[in-house]
T-cell receptor, first 113, second 114 residues
Framework: DGGITQSPKYLFRKEGQNVTLSCEQN?????MYWYRQDPGQGLRLIYY???????QKGDIAEGYSVSREKKESFPLTVTSAQKNPTAFYLC????????????FGPGTRLTVT | AQKITQTQPGMFVQEKEAVTLDCTYD???????LFWYKQPSSGEMIFLIY??????QNATEGRYSLNFQKARKSANLVISASQLGDSAMYFC???????????FGTGTRLKVLA
């Protein structure tokens, strides 16, 4: 089945450590996205990528980094510079062109202590 | 600048009744799309319905319909015959055509009562 996988579902890290969240899609979508969601809040865009080897900062990119070396993969690294990294992280993809909705992965809940 | 506003943080509805979730948006671009997503407690985002800015008719998908009032810049979601499984967070989102950036509202938490 086509879809988006994020692993792991739950992730625990100590403060000061970098951590990488995985996102893979087999939908053949060009565009991929990372969102952060805090309890009771909406989705805030961290980074997005329209094409391989290209990505743009979203609204809250500070303390995060991404890469897009393959069409299927868009990993997100939460660095030690991110002040409040504990959150729910959602990866999404969409075809290019209009109109298309985004398809979401199941999310990764990151807890940093 | 693009903006989505959902003014209802929480809503209750009796099972089998209809409910309307409000969404207003702001954009200066004439070409855009509006989306509604459902987020159950499991966390995944489920796409429900889409409305294009040039669509003449309101979108419908099963028990979901979108009340699109372009002049008022509103795109309210109507859920008919509510079910207990409809209890979830609901997000309204918008994307201007030609861009790849989706803007989300803060969501409405719907609780369906038995």
């Amino acid at each position: 089945d086509g879809g988006i996988t994020q692993s792991p579902k739950y992730l625990f890290r100590k403060e000061g450590q970098n951590v990488t969240l995985s996102c893979e899609q087999n939908l053949n979508h060009d565009a991929m996205y990372w969102y952060r969601q805090d309890p009771g809040q909406g989705l805030r865009l961290i980074y997005y990528s329209q094409i391989v080897n290209d990505f743009q900062k979203g609204d809250i990119a500070e303390g995060y980094s991404v890469s897009r070396e393959k069409k299927e993969s868009f990993p997100l690294t939460v660095t030690s510079a991110q002040k409040n990294p504990t959150a729910f992280y959602l990866c999404a993809s969409s075809p290019t062109g209009d109109p298309y909705e985004q398809y979401f992965g199941p999310g990764t809940r990151l807890t940093v202590t | 600048a693009q903006k989505i506003t959902q003014t209802q943080p929480g809503m209750f509805v009796q099972e089998k009744e209809a409910v309307t979730l409000d969404c207003t948006y702001d954009t200066s671009d004439p070409s855009y799309g509006l989306f509604w997503y459902k987020q159950p407690s499991s966390g995944e985002m489920i796409f429900l319905i889409y409305q294009g800015s040039y669509d003449q008719q309101n979108a419908t998908e099963g028990r979901y319909s979108l009340n699109f009032q372009k002049a008022r810049k509103s795109a309210n979601l109507v859920i008919s015959a509510s079910q207990l499984g409809d209890s979830a967070m609901y997000f309204c989102a918008m994307r201007e055509w030609g861009t790849y950036k989706y803007i989300f509202g803060t969501g409405t938490r719907l609780k369906v009562l038995a």
